[in-house]
């Protein structure tokens, strides 16, 4: 099944501070973060592998709860270059490849 | 530099007509796949291939087929079965080396318009 992204839209003003929730109803092998512009491929942006694993840096960071089922993804005192849409990535069963990604969440930061 | 090529950009097509898209990819890497993103939307699963010779239907195959005669090439052919067509197409690709957990790298995707 696919992960459930929130909120599936997020207006910013530059400077603001945005939380995307990616959740599950069992548990995920690992999940990836990416960003995608208007017209383009997503890009990585980080992966996160263990129960209560927090990564990244200052201004984009996420963290990956101690079930596995839920990860967040934090942007911080965002600027106009974070617009695009997030998604969240994740093997559906372990062995088989198979790659499904969250539902998206649409973000535009305004100046 | 290594990555991975989709052909052509944009591609428009008649009804009733099949269309394949190209995907190429220099990474050497063993897993493709092909994903469909209508406007404004998430991407959904249409077909993966782990290895060479052999491919999975992913959520939404139908109307869809594949070949991996190479581990370089995943190209995907959209039938006349496919009712709705118009879509943003991304191939990716991603190392597999026996751990499941790498990241997907994306081609520049096909634009395909049903006329």
């Known amino acids: 099944q696919q992960p459930v992204q929130s909120p599936q839209a997020v207006i910013l003003r530059e400077g603001e501070d945005a939380v995307i929730n990616c959740s599950s109803s069992k548990a995920l092998y690992s999940v990836h973060w990416y960003r995608q512009k208007h017209g383009e491929a997503p890009v990585f942006l980080m992966i996160l592998l263990k129960g209560g694993e927090q990564k990244g840096h200052e201004k984009i960071s996420a963290s990956f709860n101690e079930k596995k089922q839920q990860s967040s993804l934090y942007l911080t005192a965002s600027q106009l270059s974070y617009s695009g849409t997030y998604f969240c990535g994740t093997d559906h069963t372990s062995g088989t490849y198979k790659y499904i990604f969250g539902t998206g969440t649409r973000l535009k930061v305004l100046a | 530099d290594g990555g991975i090529t989709q052909s052509p950009k944009y591609l428009f097509r008649k009804e009733g007509q099949n269309v394949t898209l190209s995907c190429e990819q220099n990474l050497n890497h063993d897993a493709m796949y092909w994903y469909r993103q209508d406007p404004g939307q998430g991407l959904r699963l249409i077909y993966y291939?782990?290895?060479?010779?052999?491919?999975q239907k992913g959520d939404i195959a139908e109307g869809y087929s594949v070949s991996r005669e190479k581990k370089e090439s995943f190209p995907l052919t959209v039938t006349s079965a496919q009712k709705n067509p118009t879509a943003f197409y991304l191939c990716a690709s991603r190392e597999t080396s026996g751990i499941v957990y790498n990241e997907q790298f994306f081609g520049p995707g096909t634009r395909l318009t049903v006329l």
């Open positions: 291939s782990q290895i060479v010779n052999d491919f």
